[in-house]
């Protein structure tokens, strides 16, 4: 799926349209999708999907911008799995968002996309000031022709996790959203946020020369320059993957030499032998193990990471 920067053009003839920001496209966002897919191929048309870049509070409040959940190439992928035929990606800019919800409707799905039918969920908004919503969008969308399909928010049952963080220890109810994901992720409850996007949080970045001291433990760790925009989990340690190999993963300052800087680093499990500086890679968090401890000394530092190590492979495997 190649995506296109602008609207019209080359698009399809009359598809069926979903439109959203789409971090992360979590389950919540894979149900929206799922009710566009089955209208589109029961009506034998074209699945588009509209999404921004950059997100729009990048823009309206760059000092409030939330950090992302997926890079824009990355969600671009994952729209592609849940069956979209194309994307178009939309420059989010002031001009943009200054369009009355009326315009929205023109530019975007009759003069832009020509759209059959427009999909989207309970809460979109859309247009200057998010004055639009979906019965808006029903109004005026279908006085030109346009159906809309509504698709209620997705609930979630989580379970109880042992995670050592709050709220984790008990089951319940929410209503999933990419800034409840976000949430978790920031006290570290990364497997409560994998149950909310249907797989592991992942980081992107490349991997760095740090001070080797994971090597001088007997556990060498690649240290990874994170994509800067994404969400980092909180500060500990993880069990998780590096480009799909089983992990620990450490996410802060090494407390226990006197560190001040926030790392991200990874020891491939029983992988002394990986040479993986400059290469890009992702990294997957699965479950938290503990916080970050000041140990007092390398030998209990050590003897911790020996458990910790133990732990991932548990988990793991």
Request: charged residues 25%.
């Amino acid at each position: 799926m190649d995506p296109a920067r602008d609207l019209g053009g080359d698009a399809p003839s009359h598809p069926v349209v979903t439109i959203g920001v789409f971090d992360g496209v979590h389950r919540g966002h894979q149900k929206i999708i799922e009710q566009a897919r089955w209208r589109a191929r029961s009506e034998g048309r074209p699945l588009l999907a509209v999404t921004f870049d950059p997100i729009p509070e990048r823009v309206l409040r760059p000092e409030q911008a939330p950090p992302l959940l997926a890079t824009p190439h990355r969600r671009l992928e994952l729209l592609a799995q849940c069956g979209i035929d194309a994307a178009y990606v939309v420059e989010f800019n002031r001009d943009f968002s200054a369009l009355a919800p009326e315009e929205f409707v023109k530019t975007v799905l009759l003069d832009g996309l020509n759209a059959s039918a427009v999909v989207v969920g309970r809460n979109f908004r859309f247009g200057h000031r998010a004055a639009g919503d979906v019965g808006f969008l029903a109004r005026v969308a279908e006085a030109a022709g346009i159906s809309v399909d509504v698709v209620d928010l997705l609930l979630l049952d989580i379970p109880p996790d042992d995670d050592p963080t709050p709220d984790s220890a008990r089951p319940r109810r929410i209503t999933v959203s990419s800034s409840w994901i976000r949430d978790r992720i920031a006290v570290g409850a990364v497997a409560e946020a994998a149950v909310a996007l249907g797989r592991p949080h992942r980081l992107e970045g490349v991997v760095i020369h740090g001070d080797h001291r994971g090597r001088e433990l007997g556990f060498p760790t690649a240290n990874i320059d994170v994509v800067p925009e994404l969400a980092i989990p909180a500060d500990g340690v993880y069990a998780g993957r590096l480009s799909g190999m089983p992990a620990a993963i450490s996410v802060g300052a090494n407390v226990t030499f006197g560190g001040a800087v926030r790392r991200v680093e990874a020891y491939v499990l029983d992988r002394a032998d990986l040479d993986l500086y400059g290469s890009r890679v992702e990294l997957d968090f699965v479950r938290r193990i503990r916080g970050m401890v000041d140990f007092g000394d390398a030998q209990t530092l050590r003897r911790h990471i020996t458990e910790d190590v133990a732990r991932c492979r548990e988990i793991l495997t």
